[in-house]
């Protein structure tokens, strides 16, 4: 399984930016896709997924600002940004989950087998 970031970059704060996430290769009949994300002096946090009927789940911290979306047909997953602010600064990566149910909260580290490099975000104030 391979997946390709891109789409980040610098912008100021209040700004927008759309992440892309191409993947190939066989997770599962049915499989799960989020986003994470390892920020300057943070851990590696969970900011949102999408399983395989659609339903999606987001980090406290994202909520109402971030969309996640996939478009099955392109095997391309996204993260619509917006109103960033400068905690959002961070290495974004893309991850993929055999398990396809995941629920409707923020994605869960352990639950996420198969990883991109990651796209730098990088938000100035």
């Known amino acids: 399984v391979q997946l390709v970031e891109s789409g980040g970059g610098s912008v100021q704060a209040g700004g927008s930016l759309r992440l892309s996430c191409v993947f190939s290769?066989?997770?599962?009949?049915?499989?799960?896709m989020g986003w994470f994300r390892h920020g300057p002096g943070k851990d590696l946090e969970g900011v949102a997924q999408?399983?395989?009927?659609?339903?999606?789940g987001y980090a406290d911290a994202v909520k109402g600002r971030f969309i996640i979306s996939e478009d099955k047909a392109k095997n391309t997953l996204y993260l619509q940004m917006n109103s960033l602010e400068p905690e959002d600064t961070a290495m974004y990566y893309c991850?993929?989950?055999?398990?396809?149910?995941?629920?409707?909260?923020?994605?869960?580290?352990?639950?996420?087998?198969?990883w991109g490099k990651g796209t730098q975000v990088t938000v100035s104030s």
């Open positions: 991850a993929a989950s055999r398990y396809d149910r995941l629920g409707t909260g923020p994605p869960g580290i352990a639950y996420y087998a198969y």
């Open positions: 290769g066989y997770v599962g009949n049915g499989y799960s």
């Open positions: 999408i399983n395989d009927i659609g339903e999606s």
